[in-house]
């Protein structure tokens, strides 16, 4: 039987993952080819149902990522995005999906190397969660 391959849709800020995403790619840091990435001004724009709507319909995890704090281009839009994301897991674990499902990390136009990680450490947690059981109940 194949691997267990988990699905990863990523929100990256244009400014810094997205940048960072970039460089992973021309200074030739391998990831893993699970992951999807969707560019977005900025986390704080990114509603939570954006981030729902691929947890129903398939993805394993959805990774946000966006500048440090303090580097925000749009001044806060990070700090809210973090707040509207934990807000989210909590209302996500309630109906029984692991919040390590979700990850927000900080990822500047210089980290290639920590988008790299990030994303080789997401997919191997995700591997040991399994299937996102979310997907499978409304698959049915
Ligand atoms: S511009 Fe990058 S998180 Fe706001």
Redesign the pocket.
């Known amino acids: 039987m194949a691997e267990f391959e988990p699905k990863v849709i990523a929100f990256l800020?244009n400014?810094?993952s997205y940048t960072g995403a970039d460089l992973a790619g021309t200074t030739r840091s391998q990831y893993p080819s699970n992951v999807r990435i969707v560019r977005i001004m900025?986390?704080?724009a990114l509603d939570p149902i954006y981030v729902v709507k691929p947890l129903l319909e398939g993805a394993d995890g959805v990774l946000i990522s966006?500048?440090h704090p303090g580097d925000?281009?749009?001044v806060s839009?990070?700090l809210k995005a973090r707040r509207r994301m934990a807000t989210l897991k909590t209302v996500l674990s309630e109906f029984g999906l692991e919040e390590e499902r979700v990850w927000v990390r900080w990822i500047s136009a210089s980290e290639g190397r920590r988008f790299a990680e990030t994303v080789h450490e997401m997919v191997g947690r995700l591997k040991e969660l399994g299937p996102n059981p979310l997907a499978v109940q409304w698959a049915i």
């Open positions: 800020c400014w810094c900025c986390t704080g966006g500048c925000c281009h749009y839009g990070n």
